[in-house]
């Protein structure tokens, strides 16, 4: 079923699954709250892409495809080296 749900634990990690697509919220793990909160959420598309959504308010997500922020990341760094 494409929109069946399944959820498991790899490592303690919580994973879904859903439609084909793997999910994972990304936590602060330097919080203090019992339960930290959620930055983002990863997923991994069927075909093996893998983005970030940002939640910006309760009505409005961003997608963001990893390599575009790791690119930027990546630049950042470049620049300090000089």
Known sequence: MP?????????NIKFVILGGK???SIRNINSLEQ???????IMV???GDIVA???LSKSKKV??????????IESMKRQ???
């Open 3 to 11: 929109n069946e749900k399944v959820t498991f634990d790899l490592a």
């Open 22 to 24: 793997m999910k994972r």
């Open 35 to 41: 339960v930290p909160e959620r930055l983002f959420d």
């Open 45 to 47: 598309n069927s075909d």
């Open 53 to 55: 959504e940002f939640k």
């Open 63 to 72: 997608v963001v495809p990893w390599n575009e922020i790791v690119y930027q």
């Open 80 to 82: 300090q080296i000089k």
